[in-house]
């Protein structure tokens, strides 16, 4: 399996390293800029570069790309992949906008090569034991998550509305809004109601939000995002599960049963230890990548797809709506 890499920063470092640690071929890098390609190449022993995607895809021999630029690039990128029947993990935020995800997504679905979207949370053990354990919650009523960065933010196309698309929401709101998705059982988005502003920096995209979103299943997902924040209740994709029958948590990961005959609440522990050691682990992207090459392998459409992509750029587009008007947005 040959993969290609659009971009040469900071995601696709990590990327690179876990299809290394998969045993894949380091085939190709697209990259705008040489300084930033060639440190890279050097690193990964990653022997053609290239400017564009476009320019690689011409030279050909490359079975699957994963894209890792700035936000404006992927639905292109990604399209001109796809049409030519190359395999395609791309960076979240899916797109710009839900209009470009749906593009990409009846790209994937024309030429038949995979779409999968980088929604990387759901590749993490603490995730998937909270996932494994949902049951004993009974219905889940509401849940609560965080995609924050506190004291810190971003800089560079981060922060420019014509390459990045939003801001925090659509950067750090989307960890929390897919984990909370995936945990329960990836309903679809109904209602989006959101307060989302730009009050810690001087730039043209958001850095605080408040997002409420109601789903198809009754369940209601309050979400937080920012950067610069002066505090957060979790870390990054930190969540909370409030069930009919009790409370499920990530970051300190957990349940809390009651049990009303015994007038006590049971704790059940998950055995992870938090703080983690590292909050974004190597291992969880290493188990992504590999779920990627096992979809191609396997003929399986990945889930997390266009499709699961796409609905998140949804809300984030609702939210973004919503914050404008001041009023409820329904998603169609
Ligand atoms: N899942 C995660 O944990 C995670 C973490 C960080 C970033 N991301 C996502 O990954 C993507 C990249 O973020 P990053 O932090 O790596 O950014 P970055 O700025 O470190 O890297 C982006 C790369 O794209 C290159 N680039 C810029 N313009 C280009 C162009 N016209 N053509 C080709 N390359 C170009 C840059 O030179 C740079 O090497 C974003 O979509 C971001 O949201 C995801």
Redesign the pocket.
């Known amino acids: 399996m040959k993969i290609g890499f ?9 990327h690179a390293k876990a299809a290394k640690n998969n045993g894949l071929e380091l085939a190709a890098v ?4 040489a300084d ?2 060639e440190p ?1 190449a050097k690193k990964f022993r990653i022997k053609r570069q290239y ?3 476009e320019q690689m895809l011409v030279a050909g021999g490359v079975d699957a790309l994963v ?5 404006f ?2 639905a292109s990128q990604a399209i001109a992949a796809l049409e030519a029947g190359v395999h395609v993990m791309v ?3 899916m797109a710009m906008n839900a209009v470009e995800a749906e593009r990409m997504l009846a790209a994937s679905q024309k030429s038949g090569a995979k779409l999968m979207v ?3 949370w759901r590749f993490d053990d603490e995730v998937n034991w909270l996932k494994a354990q949902t049951q004993k919650l009974g219905k889940i009523i509401r849940t609560k998550g965080y995609g924050v960065h506190t004291n810190w933010g ?1 800089g ?3 922060i420019q509305k014509a390459l990045a698309g939003g801001g925090a929401m ?2 750090m709101g989307i ?1 929390a809004l897919d984990t909370a998705r995936y945990l329960l059982g990836d309903p679809q988005p109904v209602r989006v109601y959101a307060k989302i502003g730009t009050f810690y920096k001087d730039f043209d995209v958001d850095d605080t939000g408040v997002i409420l979103v109601e789903w198809d299943n009754g369940a209601t997902s309050y979400i937080e995002s920012g950067w610069w924040q002066p505090y957060s209740d979790g870390p990054e994709a930190g969540t909370q599960l409030y069930g009919e029958k009790g409370f499920g948590q990530l970051f300190p990961t957990r349940l809390l049963l009651p049990n009303p005959e015994a007038e006590r609440v049971n704790e059940i522990k998950s055995g992870f230890k938090f703080p983690r050691k590292e909050h ?1 682990p190597q291992s969880m ?1 290493d188990a992504q990548i590999a779920y990627f090459i096992e979809c191609i392998r396997e003929n399986k459409t990945p889930i997390p797809g266009g499709l699961e992509g796409l609905a998140n750029m949804k809300v984030v587009d609702a939210a973004y709506e919503s914050s404008r008007s001041g009023k409820a947005v329904d998603i169609k």
Request: hydrophobic share 40%; net charge negative.
């Open positions: 659009a971009g040469a920063g900071y995601i696709i470092n990590i697209a990259e705008k800029f930033k390609a890279f400017e564009t995607v894209i890792g630029t700035p936000n690039l992927h960076e979240k935020p980088a929604h990387c971003p560079s196309w981060f659509a950067d960890h974004c992207y």
